[in-house]
Nanobody
Framework: QVHLVESGGGLVQAGGCLRL?????????????MGWFRQAPGMEREFVAA????????DYADSIKGRFTISRDNAKNTVYLQMNSLKPEDTAVYSC????????????????WGQGTQVTVSS
């Protein structure tokens, strides 16, 4: 079992930035790809970004490409999402997920999910 806890969400003005963290505990973090997803009220969960265990491969949704950066520190069992130039449409609950063998954008490929952290961007 891998337990994931997100932090770093909050209220920010448009154009601002936030850094989300996802800390993993429990079973070894080793070998897991990590993804960030978000869900706005009344909307389906959508893919944001993902990274392989080694960090060598990343993937980003078109809507956030160039503004968000995913990274990980395996020594700290933590994955990050740096979010810059935030827009009101980025408002959502952001959740991290872990999976052994995943197609990055397929939610059902991820075995473990965090509870999520709220990000609100005001205009």
């Amino acid at each position: 079992q891998v337990h994931l806890v997100e932090s770093g969400g909050g209220l920010v003005q448009a154009g601002g930035c936030l850094r989300l963290s996802c800390a993993a505990s429990g079973r070894t973090f080793s070998g897991y790809a990590m993804g960030w997803f978000r869900q706005a009220p009344g909307m389906e969960r959508e893919f944001v970004a993902a990274i392989t265990w080694s960090g060598g491969i990343t993937d980003y949704a078109d809507s956030i490409k160039g503004r968000f950066t995913i990274s990980r520190d395996n020594a700290k069992n933590t994955v990050y999402l740096q979010m810059n130039s935030l827009k009101p449409e980025d408002t959502a609950v952001y959740s991290c997920a872990a999976g052994r063998t995943v197609y990055f954008r397929v939610t059902t490929d991820y075995q473990y999910w965090g509870q999520g952290t709220q990000v609100t961007v005001s205009s």
